[in-house]
Each structure stands twice: as structure tokens, then as C-alpha cells.
């Protein structure tokens, strides 16, 4: 039986951090307001999403003892491509001297959590290393003087390595949804900035971590009791809070990064993934849920058998 299982990790961060206090010269908020309504700090801000998707790519090589010549595809998820073409996934092939396919995903918030489930699906099919990136440069696509969204967003990349393993892998169940009839409550039109309606992605987030975790719980035959710690997407600790009362998760076990990074889109769950693993918070055999949502909308979900010695 062949799986597979993640087995390298890194980060990047541009070094600029906007905190909210900076955000009160730019527009009609405050701190208090921010962090009570959204759960964020600060943010970090700068840089190509190509050459923050490098650094963590890189980085995660290093941690799976991965030479360039050893990677299979990059999987690159991004809301913030370098360009609207070419992708940015082969800039990054290029830059990290890989010879392999290279491909971008556009999933908006979830698009880690699709590389991540696409990545199990390549190495069923004989690939043997996967480089799964999420990176983003919002503040390039970010309106400041809107405090609706201006608030919220912040740059960043988070990779990891799926590598090909003896056995039935670390995946024990996934979910992988979207609903088009919402892509009007959080979008960019070309070379605009992104347009929300918060309210209501508020609520339609909440329905689909619900509705993704327990297709993913329900295909690996587990209850939310099973599940040892959970990484959702950094968007809103309000929305966490409000999924959790539901599922029955508790902020203990769940690893946010939110307050100093806010909303990094594709990058959000792998930075916290990374945050996690850095601090011990997880362990081999543990059960984790990975859990996404964004804008289309899209959803996604994946249950890892934790198996990486950390
Ligand atoms: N600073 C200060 N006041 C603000 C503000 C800001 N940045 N943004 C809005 N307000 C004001 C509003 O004008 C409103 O004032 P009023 O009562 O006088 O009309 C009041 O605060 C409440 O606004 P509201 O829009 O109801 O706030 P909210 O609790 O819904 O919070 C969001 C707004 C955007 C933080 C929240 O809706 C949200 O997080 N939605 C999800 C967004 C998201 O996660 N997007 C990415 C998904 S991947």
C-alpha cells in the first residue's frame, strides 16, 4: 500500500508588520474595534508572493532533506499571483532550481487545503515529492481606505513536503467543496482591489466549516472527540468561535496566528501549521483537522495522521 505524508515545513514572513494603531492614521478605526471584532493585531506587508512562496518552499526542502531533483510538482496556492499570466508557480520552480511541473490554484482561502488533498492524489499516481506552497501578497490587492477589508488582510507563505510513504499515509479523510452562486460577496475584479460583504461571509464561513468537517469526520469514520488539534483558516476568531459552539471544539486545542499575521488567504494554514509544530502543540499520532474556507465560496477540509517526527 502506498501513502503519503508530510514530512518538511517552512515560513516567510516580509519583515514591514502594519499594526492596527498604524491602520488608525490610514483610515476611521481603532484598535479595540479591530481586535474585538476580528481577533487581529498586526499584519505583515511586502514583498512578491513568488519570492515569499521560494523562502518557505525552500525552507521546507531543507526540513524533508528534499534536493531540488527530488521534487515531483509544485502546487502553488495564491489569491495574489505575481501576474494575472503566467502563473506564479513556475517563477518558483525556477527560483528554487526544480525540474518538475508547476502549477498555481486558485481557491482563494482554501487553496493550501486543495494543494495539500491534490498533492495525496499525484503520489497515488507515482509521483514520489510533492512541494505544496500557499503564499500571498494581498496588501498589493488591498483597498486602505476601506476599513471594511483594509483591516483584515495581510502577506506571507507557508510550504510543506508530501512525500510518498510505505503504508496508508497520514490522510484518513478529506472534503473538498465550493458554491459559486456566492463569488459576489468577496471578489476582485482584474486589477481592482477585493470587494466584501462581510456580514455575510461571516455566515456563509461558519455554515461551511460546519458542513466540511463533518464530510471529512465522516469519511475517516471519526467524531469531532477523535480529533486531537485543529488549524483553521485565520480569518476571524469570532467565525472560529462561532463553528466551534457547534462542533465542539475548543480555542485549546486550536492554533491561531491570526493576531500578528491577520487574513494571508492560501498562506494562513500552513503559517499556522508551522506555529504549531515550532511550539510542540503537535505530535506524532496525533489527529489533526486542517479547515478552509474562502472566497467562490470554497471549502476544503483534510484529516491527517500526524506522522512527521516534530
Ligand atoms: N473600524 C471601526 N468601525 C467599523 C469598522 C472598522 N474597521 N468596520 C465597520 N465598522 C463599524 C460599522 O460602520 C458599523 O457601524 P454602525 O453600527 O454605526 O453602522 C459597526 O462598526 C458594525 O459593523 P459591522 O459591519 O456590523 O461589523 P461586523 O461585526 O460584521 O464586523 C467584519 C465586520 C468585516 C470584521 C466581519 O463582518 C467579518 O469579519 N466578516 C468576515 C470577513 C472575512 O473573514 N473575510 C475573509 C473570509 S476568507
Known amino acids: 500500500m502506498r501513502g503519503a505524508r508530510i514530512t518538511g515545513w517552512g515560513i516567510a514572513m ?3 508588520v502594519v499594526t492596527n494603531f498604524d491602520l488608525e492614521d490610514k483610515m476611521d478605526t481603532t484598535d479595540q474595534w479591530i481586535r474585538e471584532r476580528t481577533g487581529i493585531g498586526a499584519r505583515h506587508v511586502g514583498g512578491m508572493t513568488s519570492d515569499l512562496a521560494a523562502e518557505a518552499g525552500r525552507q521546507a526542502m531543507k526540513k524533508a532533506d528534499a534536493t531540488p531533483d527530488s521534487i515531483d510538482m509544485v502546487l502553488l496556492a495564491t489569491t495574489s499571483p505575481d501576474q494575472t499570466c503566467p502563473g506564479t508557480a513556475p517563477t518558483v520552480q525556477d527560483e528554487l532550481g526544480l525540474d518538475c511541473g508547476a502549477l498555481d490554484i ?7 487545503v486543495y494543494g495539500l488533498i491534490t498533492a495525496h492524489a499525484f503520489i497515488q499516481m507515482g509521483m514520489n515529492k510533492v512541494l505544496v506552497i500557499g503564499a500571498e501578497s494581498l496588501s498589493r490587492i ?14 506571507g507563505a507557508g510550504a510543506t513536503v508530501v512525500e510518498a510513504c510505505e503504508g496508508p499515509g497520514e490522510l484518513l479523510g478529506w472534503d473538498m467543496g465550493s458554491d459559486g452562486a456566492y463569488s459576489h460577496i468577496l471578489y476582485a475584479d482584474p486589477g ?3 470587494k466584501m460583504d462581510g456580514k455575510e461571509v461571516f455566515r456563509q464561513a461558519v455554515k461551511a466549516m460546519i458542513r466540511s468537517t463533518n464530510a471529512a469526520l465522516d469519511m475517516a469514520g471519526l467524531t469531532p472527540d477523535d480529533i486531537d488539534h485543529v488549524i483553521p483558516h485565520q480569518a476571524n476568531i469570532r467565525i472560529v468561535e462561532s463553528a466551534w459552539k457547534k462542533l465542539g471544539f475548543t480555542l485549546e486545542q486550536t492554533t491561531m496566528v491570526l493576531e500578528r499575521t491577520g487574513n494571508t488567504s492560501s498562506a494562513s494554514i500552513p503559517l499556522a501549521l508551522n506555529d504549531a509544530l515550532a511550539h510542540g502543540r503537535i505530535k ?19 484529516i491527517v495522521d500526524w506522522q512527521a517526527e516534530t
Not at 488591498?142 to 495581510?154: A, E, H, K, V
Not at 506524532?284 to 483534510?302: C, I, N, Q, R
Request: one cysteine or more; glycine letters at 18%.
Open 14 to 16: 516580509p519583515p514591514e
Open 106 to 112: 486558485q481557491a482563494a482561502c482554501s487553496g493550501w
Open 142 to 155: 488591498t483597498d486602505y481606505t476601506d476599513r471594511g477589508t483594509g483591516i483584515l488582510f495581510g502577506d
Open 192 to 194: 481592482d482591489t477585493l
Open 284 to 302: 506524532k499520532g496525533d489527529k489533526v483537522l486542517l479547515l478552509g474556507f474562502g472566497a467562490g465560496m470554497t471549502w476544503a477540509s483534510a
